[in-house]
């Protein structure tokens, strides 16, 4: 059995498509249940940009962790997409047609996509939603913090409205699980689908703790900056970004390695609470599939090889409810 990589190794990641991408200390690994019921676990290259000294500089880390994210994200979810749905027919030479994953332009091209459609809705929108405010007789401060309220409404709205789609509650079992094999490893009990069922869904340091708190971080941001000339409102909207993104980044992490402090419970509060729109219960298999991505994370951190398919004694078609935790 390997040994465990050194405590101050922080492990996290984020759902896809009927799996798990799990990044450990210097590489990141994606497990995804395949239609045959098959787990395959496949590593995904990491830029050496990513594990510079960059990830060692206060704030700018923030900003270099985000781009890394959003990179793993979307090859992740490329993996995922390929893995999980029945496989193509056989090429003309006999041989299995080969997955398609995307390209560096189609990826860069997904990333600048995704932020944009970001910034316009949760930035853009607001800051015109909240124009007329000031013909209510509000001042820059009562406006700029109904623009604030306007984003939080929207964010919520967002979430709620996602949360919605059947194909997106089953990914939320895989976010749960995610969470789960986190806390398992953090706290030193077996990963085992018993093991998981110890700990909540919930996270400190989950994808939708770091969006509130973007959330929260930019009302203060923005209080500070004047409304006219719309230029200048509409500029600190912008330019900000990065800075809201690195100082949220640095919350996170602070509450993530001092999640026992009780003051540091009552301020992650409403992010785990919030948590309760993204993540479920994960059924057996999920478990199941967050182990393998975890433990391969592990393995490879460790130095190790590691396996790219798990057989799973399992009903290959995936389970319709999570399993309940008494």
Request: aromatic residues 8%; glycine residues 8%.
């Amino acid at each position: 059995m390997a040994e465990s990589p050194p405590k101050s190794a922080l492990y996290g990641g984020q759902a896809v498509i009927e799996g798990v991408m799990i990044r450990g200390a210097s590489d990141a690994v994606v497990a995804v249940r395949k239609p045959d019921g098959e787990i395959m676990v496949q590593p995904l290259p990491q830029s050496k940009l990513w594990l510079s000294r960059w990830r060692r500089i206060l704030f700018l880390r923030g900003i270099a962790a985000l781009a890394e994210t959003l990179t793993l994200g979307m090859k992740a979810l490329s993996v995922s997409a390929n893995a999980a749905l029945p496989q193509e027919e056989e090429g003309e030479d006999g041989e299995p047609a080969e997955e398609q994953t995307l390209g560096g332009l189609a990826l860069g091209g997904m990333i600048a996509i995704s932020l944009t459609l970001a910034i316009l809705v949760f930035f853009i929108i607001p800051l015109v939603l909240s124009r007329g405010l000031e013909s209510f007789g509000w001042n820059d401060w009562e406006a700029n913090a109904g623009e604030g309220g306007i984003r939080i409404l929207l964010f919520l709205g967002y979430l709620w409205l996602i949360g919605r789609m059947s194909d997106i509650q089953r990914l939320y079992g895989y976010h749960g699980a995610e969470h789960m094999a986190v806390h398992a490893h953090e706290n030193g009990d077996p990963l085992t689908a018993e093991g998981l069922r110890l700990h909540p869904t919930a996270h400190s340091r989950c994808g939708t703790a770091f969006l509130l708190t973007v959330v929260l971080v930019s009302i203060v941001a923005f209080m500070f900056f004047p409304r006219d000339p719309l230029w200048i409102h509409f500029a600190s909207r912008i330019v900000l970004i990065p800075v809201v993104a690195a100082v949220s980044y640095e919350i996170i992490r602070f509450n993530g390695r001092h999640a026992d402090w009780w003051w540091v419970k009552v301020v992650a509060w409403p992010s785990l609470l919030l948590q309760n729109m993204t993540t479920k219960q994960p059924d057996d298999g999920q478990c199941e599939v967050a182990i393998a991505s975890i433990q391969a994370a592990i393995a490879l951190d460790n130095g190790e090889t590691i396996s790219t398919q798990t057989s799973v004694p399992s009903d290959p078609e995936p389970s319709s409810g999570a399993s309940t935790v008494e």
